[in-house]
């Protein structure tokens, strides 16, 4: 085992606020790990729009070759990106990423056919849903008001079916009311019809539950008054508990196994040692990260430890999109540590042993740039080094697929080319 000088700056890499070296070993290449990366078509970032069916055939078994290419084997296709299907579904219209029009059948099944190609190619599919998004724009960036916009969405769309269970952000985009039971309803129905018509490993959500930004629902108060909590959080935590505890008892009613995965944000929450006042936030189990970090439990009201406590979850991969070396400087010109990538794997490996969930590790390809730590080639390849100090961390995921693709900044397709050197013969997933 060996330190990790630091890129920029004197010395070695450290834990947060801690003096001890994060140290890692020689890759050893394992005989069964998930290898994967997400294939995200949202706003078509790994996906282009249509212009002829066998060009389009022809694009996703390169895809699939690609990821063949770098010994991967298991590629996770988001086909709910906003309330919308990229395959054949009796419950949400053919999504606008694949054509430009929503509900237009682009003349063949998208996924279908991709599950068909990648399981040729023993590559696993996982299906990765989004459960509330209806736009990913905001309305009024199309000079429209929400009930303009939701009568542009194709006939099929639940949000225009049930225009009163659609709520708006302050940002101006819409989300399906996570409070609503007949969403709740709905969205365990889509899961359940695409694990039931597709051969599919696992139906899968990422870290998009409430949103980023403060909704703007005038009824919420009501509904709060009348769920019996008293914090308007915990009223919010459990509308989302609801609907994971009853993905997962829907699932399970499948004739087969299908997993059920989530990929929250990379901080949970904050150990509260580092608060000097009381906050949700802060928790005596927390990560070990500065205090102003955002993190799911009270950002996006995505209480993943609890899903994993209770099995509702199978895996879980956290989105560890940081560097070893994370620094911010504050308004005072002052420089603190903010959150390291080694302090969170060392969390989420620690708190998945506990709960006996599976754990991958979410890695942020996407995050090279051509300055900082990132312009280091050899961050994520260290991180991958880091994992293998965690006997229970069983395999990765990369965001983005375009990722694998592109031919800039160079630290990425350096980057590349060192994984190929780590991963150098097909395993199996697990």
């Given at each position: 085992?060996?330190?990790i000088?630091?890129?920029?700056?004197?010395?070695n890499?450290?834990y947060?606020?801690?003096?001890?070296e994060v140290l890692?070993?020689d890759?050893?290449?394992?005989?069964?790990?998930?290898?994967?990366?997400?294939f995200?078509?949202?706003?078509?970032?790994?996906l282009?729009?249509?212009?002829?069916?066998e060009?389009y055939?022809?694009y996703l078994?390169?895809?699939?070759a690609?990821?063949k290419e770098?010994?991967?084997n298991?590629?996770?296709f988001q086909?709910?990106?906003?309330n919308d299907?990229?395959?054949e579904?009796?419950l949400?219209?053919?999504?606008?990423f694949?054509?430009?029009?929503?509900?237009?059948y682009?003349?063949?099944?998208?996924?279908?056919?991709f599950i068909?190609?990648?399981?040729?190619?023993?590559?696993?599919v996982?299906?990765?849903?989004?459960?509330?998004?209806?736009?990913g724009?905001?309305f009024?960036?199309l000079?429209m008001?929400?009930?303009?916009f939701?009568?542009?969405?194709?006939?099929?769309n639940?949000?225009?079916?049930?225009?009163?269970?659609v709520?708006e952000?302050?940002?101006?985009?819409?989300i399906?009311?996570?409070?609503?039971?007949e969403?709740?309803e709905?969205?365990s129905?889509?899961a359940?019809?695409?694990?039931s018509?597709?051969?599919v490993?696992?139906?899968?959500?990422?870290d998009?539950?409430?949103?980023?930004e403060?909704i703007?629902?005038?009824?919420?108060?009501?509904k709060?008054?009348k769920?019996?909590?008293?914090k308007?959080?915990?009223?919010?935590?459990?509308?989302?508990?609801?609907?994971?505890?009853?993905?997962?008892?829907?699932?399970?009613?499948?004739p087969?196994?299908?997993?059920?995965?989530?990929?929250?944000?990379?901080?949970?929450?904050?150990?509260?040692?580092?608060?000097?006042?009381?906050?949700e936030?802060?928790?005596?189990?927390?990560?070990n990260?500065?205090?102003?970090?955002y993190?799911?439990?009270?950002?996006?009201f995505?209480?993943?430890?609890l899903?994993?406590?209770?099995g509702?979850i199978?895996?879980?991969?956290p989105q560890?999109?940081?560097?070893?070396?994370?620094?911010k400087?504050?308004?005072?010109?002052?420089k603190?540590?903010l959150?390291?990538?080694?302090d969170?794997?060392k969390?989420?490996?620690?708190?998945?042993?506990?709960?006996?969930?599976?754990?991958?590790?979410?890695?942020g390809?996407?995050r090279?740039?051509d300055?900082?730590?990132?312009s280091n080639?050899e961050?994520i390849?260290n991180?991958?080094?880091?994992n293998?100090n965690?006997d229970?961390?069983?395999?990765?995921?990369f965001f983005?697929?375009r990722?694998l693709?592109k031919?800039?900044?160079a630290s990425?397709?350096?980057?590349?080319?060192?994984?190929?050197?780590?991963?150098?013969?097909?395993?199996?997933?697990?």
């Amino acid at each position: 085992m060996k330190p990790i000088k630091r890129f920029l700056g004197e010395g070695n890499v450290t834990y947060f606020q801690s003096d001890k070296e994060v140290l890692i070993g020689d890759y050893v290449e394992k005989d069964e790990e998930l290898r994967g990366v997400w294939f995200s078509t949202v706003g078509n970032i790994d996906l282009p729009k249509i212009e002829e069916v066998e060009s389009y055939k022809a694009y996703l078994r390169g895809v699939i070759a690609k990821v063949k290419e770098y010994n991967m084997n298991t590629v996770i296709f988001q086909v709910r990106p906003t309330n919308d299907a990229l395959y054949e579904s009796d419950l949400a219209p053919w999504s606008r990423f694949i054509t430009g029009e929503e509900g237009k059948y682009p003349g063949f099944d998208v996924f279908g056919y991709f599950i068909e190609e990648a399981k040729k190619a023993n590559i696993t599919v996982h299906a990765w849903l989004n459960p509330y998004r209806v736009s990913g724009q905001k309305f009024t960036d199309l000079n429209m008001t929400k009930e303009e916009f939701l009568n542009t969405l194709h006939e099929k769309n639940f949000a225009r079916k049930r225009p009163d269970l659609v709520i708006e952000t302050v940002l101006d985009k819409l989300i399906l009311d996570p409070a609503s039971e007949e969403v709740r309803e709905y969205v365990s129905d889509v899961a359940y019809e695409i694990a039931s018509k597709y051969d599919v490993k696992a139906i899968h959500m990422d870290d998009y539950f409430y949103p980023y930004e403060e909704i703007r629902d005038p009824a919420e108060q009501e509904k709060f008054a009348k769920s019996g909590f008293e914090k308007l959080s915990d009223f919010r935590r459990n509308n989302v508990d609801l609907l994971i505890k009853k993905m997962h008892e829907k699932l399970k009613t499948l004739p087969r196994k299908v997993e059920f995965g989530i990929s929250p944000f990379g901080i949970y929450r904050t150990n509260k040692k580092y608060f000097t006042e009381e906050s949700e936030s802060a928790w005596e189990k927390g990560s070990n990260n500065h205090h102003s970090c955002y993190n799911c439990y009270t950002g996006l009201f995505a209480d993943v430890y609890l899903w994993m406590k209770e099995g509702w979850i199978d895996y879980v991969v956290p989105q560890n999109y940081f560097e070893f070396d994370n620094w911010k400087t504050g308004k005072d010109g002052t420089k603190f540590e903010l959150v390291k990538y080694a302090d969170l794997a060392k969390w989420w490996a620690e708190i998945s042993k506990e709960t006996n969930t599976k754990l991958y590790m979410g890695q942020g390809l996407y995050r090279y740039s051509d300055e900082g730590n990132w312009s280091n080639s050899e961050e994520i390849i260290n991180q991958l080094k880091y994992n293998q100090n965690y006997d229970n961390i069983s395999g990765v995921i990369f965001f983005t697929y375009r990722d694998l693709v592109k031919d800039a900044p160079a630290s990425l397709v350096e980057a590349r080319e060192k994984l190929k050197k780590l991963w150098t013969r097909e395993v199996k997933e697990i």
